[in-house]
Nanobody, 127 residues
């Protein structure tokens, strides 16, 4: 049974930093592109950032470029999201997700192409 478990969310102030973690089990982690998505109340789920299987390629939404960094540790099956200079607009439930890929270098931004999802962790940024 595949499980993705996010942790590290909470309440911070504008300008603060936060790191989210997502621990995976039940899958061969290094075979999967890993991504982070977020969903604010009343809005659709949106792509945040993704990292390739080997960790060498990343892609991020324009709204988080220069502030958020995704990384992964295949040895402990965990993906991280380092969030700096947080803004109130970053308030959302953050989800990690896994997409299988035959390529070590491919990154995926389309939610429907992700096969497994975590339960989400709330991030709230106060002004």
């Amino acid at each position: 049974q595949v499980q993705l478990v996010e942790s590290g969310g909470g309440l911070v102030q504008t300008g603060d930093s936060m790191r989210l973690s997502c621990a995976a089990s039940g899958l061969t982690f290094s075979n999967y592109v890993m991504g982070w998505f977020r969903q604010a109340p009343g809005q659709a789920r949106e792509f945040v950032t993704a990292v390739s299987r080997a960790g060498g390629n990343t892609i991020s939404a324009d709204s988080v470029k220069g502030r958020f960094t995704i990384s992964r540790n295949n040895a402990n099956s965990t993906v991280y999201l380092q969030m700096n200079s947080l803004k109130p607009d970053d308030t959302a439930v953050y989800y990690c997700a896994a997409a299988s890929s035959p390529s070590y270098h491919y990154v995926e931004i389309t939610p429907s192409n992700y096969h497994y999802w975590g339960q989400g962790t709330q991030v709230t940024v106060s002004s």
